[in-house]
């Protein structure tokens, strides 16, 4: 069975801090990540997606990858409380036909 | 990224009845679209993967019969729940994939729609 694990939190960080969202995942094959954001009571939002090992920046958020690891992660640079959500990581397992599998979330709580 | 809107944004109905919820791609010509459900603090579960033309492809456990899904033109998915029960109550959302099929797949990226938040008394 495939799984995408998250802890599910909550991860309390103060204004302007680095907050680090971690997400591991069963399926050695697995070749895309994304992560969503997702407000309460509103529908996921595409944040960033990785394919190759290593890092890759957006803005302030750094998504990092470590395939042999089978660990992805989400850092969030300079953080706002309007980063205050629940982040979904998902990954698209082995030969990439089939769909997303979702992890349950990590929600992040960003204390002004 | 692609535009989805769903209709209606929330519903409340009796136990019993039907309700059916749209999905369309607003500025993309979706091949596949993917409805998912979400109960309260619990992660998205995929349904079913709509396939435009043809049989949609439900996940284990979901009942075709209950859920029926229609994706009849490239921009139009639709959900009917049949004979709906509270333990259906849940938020609907849809998603288009964008990006090119077969091998390159993996590489596709998913946008949701607003969601449905379906209430039954």
């Known amino acids: 069975q495939k799984e995408v694990e998250q802890n599910s939190g909550p991860l309390s960080v103060p204004e302007g801090a680095i907050a680090s969202l971690n997400c591991t995942y069963s399926?050695?094959?697995?070749?895309?990540f994304f992560w969503y954001r997702q407000y309460s009571g509103k529908s996921p939002e595409l944040i960033m997606f990785?394919?190759?090992?290593g890092d890759k920046e957006d803005g302030r958020f750094t998504a990092q990858l470590n395939k042999a690891s089978q660990y992805v992660s989400l850092l969030i640079r300079d953080s706002q409380p309007s980063d205050s959500a629940t982040y979904l990581c998902a990954v698209i397992p082995n030969s990439g036909n089939t769909p997303l599998v979702f992890g349950k979330g990590t929600r992040l709580s960003v204390i002004a | 990224g692609a535009v989805v809107s769903q209709h209606p944004s929330w519903v409340i109905c009796k136990s019993g009845t039907s309700v059916k919820i749209e999905c369309r791609s607003l500025d993309f010509q979706a091949t596949t679209m993917f409805w998912y459900r979400q109960f309260p603090k619990q992660s998205l579960m995929l349904m079913a993967t709509s396939n435009e033309g043809s049989k949609a492809t439900y996940e284990q456990g979901v009942e075709k019969d209950k859920f029926l899904i229609n994706h009849a033109s490239l921009t139009l998915s639709t959900l009917t729940v049949t004979s709906a029960h509270p333990e259906d109550s849940s938020f609907y959302i849809c998603?288009?994939?964008?990006?090119?099929?077969?091998?390159?797949?993996?590489?596709?990226?998913?946008?949701f729609g607003p969601g449905t938040r379906l209430t039954v008394l």
């Open positions: 998603s288009v994939e964008l990006g090119t099929s077969g091998l390159l797949r993996a590489y596709n990226e998913q946008f």
């Open positions: 399926d050695r094959g697995s070749q895309s």
């Open positions: 990785i394919y190759s090992n």
